[in-house]
């Protein structure tokens, strides 16, 4: 018994549709389901009646639409600045989302002060591009001499500060870069 339907017939759920139409073919009625797949290829299944064909569109737009759910769709200023977003990141490695993370926590730690930028720079002007090979004893030479020059010390101020500073170089015969916070923690527990 046939049913008094109009073809093409239309199958929605929220905001996916299938359609389902009537093709007739030497003398057979098949009825074909289309529908715009996730990445927006057209999908096309043929079934022998109606009722098949409307069961499988329905079955098809549910699961489009639970899975849309985590999709969304982007036009025009949006769509443009993600594609851009997306082709700068690509050198550095990083996706959209670690990069927004280190830009978010970058700007909660300056709160305010500067710009990322401005941080940056400021970064790369104060500090040196590799570790100086100068050693402690050097550092403690340099320091004593900027003290001297300074003027406003006399010799009995620089004496406390001289055999401090020259014990601790004789106690660390390396480059400065070399101390590290725990050999500095043992050596004045040493002298104590």
């Known amino acids: 018994m046939r049913l ?3 073809y093409p017939k239309t199958v929605e759920y929220k905001s996916c549709t299938a359609t389902i139409y009537l093709q007739k073919h030497a003398c057979k009625e098949r009825f074909e389901v ?4 996730l990445d927006g290829s057209m999908q096309r299944l043929s079934f022998p009646d109606d009722n098949t064909a409307t069961k ?4 098809v737009v549910k699961a489009l639409s639970a899975n849309r759910e985590n999709f969304v769709t982007l036009r025009g200023p949006e ?3 993600y594609q851009n977003a997306i082709e700068l990141l690509a050198p550095t490695g990083l996706t959209l ?38 050693t402690v004893k050097e550092v403690v030479a340099q320091l004593l ?12 101020y620089l004496r406390d500060p001289r055999l401090r ?20 923690e043992t050596i004045c527990w040493a002298w104590t």
């Open 145 to 156: 001499a900027l003290k001297e020059k300074e003027g406003d010390v006399g010799q009995l």
């Open 56 to 59: 499988f569109a329905d079955t």
């Open 165 to 184: 500073l020259e014990k601790f170089a004789e106690s660390f015969k390396c480059p400065i870069s070399r101390v590290t916070p725990q050999g500095f």
């Open 79 to 81: 769509a443009y600045n």
């Open 4 to 6: 008094n339907i109009s």
């Open 97 to 134: 989302l670690q990069s927004v993370t280190q830009i978010t926590d970058g700007l909660r730690m300056l709160n305010g002060i500067a710009t990322i930028a401005e941080a940056v720079k400021y970064y790369l002007e104060n500090r040196p591009q590799k570790s100086p090979d100068i």
């Open 34 to 37: 289309r529908y715009y797949d």
